[in-house]
Nanobody, 122 residues
Framework: QVQLVESGGGLVQPGGSLRLSCAVS????????IGWFRQAPGKEREGVSC????????YYARSLKGRFTISRDKAKSTVFLQIDSLKPEDTARYLC???????????????WGQGTRVTVSA
């Protein structure tokens, strides 16, 4: 059974940084691509970034590239999302998900975590 557990969210001031973690169990990261998504209240789920299973190839939503960095530690079976220069519009629940291929389409993902909340406010 594949399980994903996010952590690292919280309240941060504009301009600050956060590193979110996604701990994966039940399948090796060698066989599971991981994506990060976010969903703000009243808005659709948005693909942020993903990292492939076969190597460290990564992809980002075009509008978000530059402030977000995805990485993984296969030994710890954990995927990270570093977010810098946080803006109030980054406020959302951030979820990680697992799939065969690295895409930014939520429908492509089979396994989901519960999410971690990020609030950017002064």
């Amino acid at each position: 059974q594949v399980q994903l557990v996010e952590s690292g969210g919280g309240l941060v001031q504009p301009g600050g940084s956060l590193r979110l973690s996604c701990a994966v169990s039940g399948r090796s990261l060698d066989n599971l691509a991981i994506g990060w998504f976010r969903q703000a209240p009243g808005k659709e789920r948005e693909g942020v970034s993903c990292i492939s299973s076969s190597d460290d190839s990564d992809y980002y939503a075009r509008s978000l590239k530059g402030r977000f960095t995805i990485s993984r530690d296969k030994a710890k079976s954990t995927v990270f999302l570093q977010i810098d220069s946080l803006k109030p519009e980054d406020t959302a629940r951030y979820l990680c998900a697992g799939a065969r291929d690295c895409t930014l389409r939520a429908d492509d993902y089979e396994y989901w975590g519960q999410g971690t909340r990020v609030t950017v406010s002064a």
